[in-house]
Nanobody, 115 residues
Framework: VQLQASGGGLVQPGDSRRLSCVASGSIFSINEMGWYRQVPGKERELVAAITRGGTPTYADSVKGRFTISRGNAMNRLYLQMNNLKPEDTAVYYC??????????WGKGTLVTVSS
């Protein structure tokens, strides 16, 4: 599975931004899709994930502000980020997990929240 994420950039606190990820290849094998983020010196952390059945999971830090969604064919993934805060600054990675528990990662997209 190949993943291509986009949508990062520089935004101000309180702004909104939408990240997109396009999956290609063996998308029929995808069971779950998600967004992770990482800042220098810290481990990569889960931001939000969504199953093939459509059940979302969110990190406590983004609940109520971020919304994850996906295309019906599991070939597109989105992250709508509202009310962005400086602590949301990170490189965001698109991830998919297959039915055989293999993880695939896209190249990250940097989101910088700063005034």
């Amino acid at each position: 599975v190949q993943l291509q994420a986009s949508g990062g950039g520089l935004v101000q606190p309180g702004d909104s931004r939408r990240l997109s990820c396009v999956a290609s290849g063996s998308i029929f094998s995808i069971n779950e899709m998600g967004w992770y983020r990482q800042v220098p010196g810290k481990e990569r952390e889960l931001v939000a994930a969504i199953t093939r059945g459509g059940t979302p999971t969110y990190a406590d830090s983004v609940k109520g502000r971020f919304t994850i969604s996906r295309g019906n064919a599991m070939n597109r993934l989105y992250l709508q980020m509202n009310n962005l805060k400086p602590e949301d600054t990170a490189v965001y990675y698109c991830n998919v997990r297959t039915y055989s528990n293999m993880d695939y990662w896209g190249k990250g997209t940097l989101v910088t929240v700063s005034s």
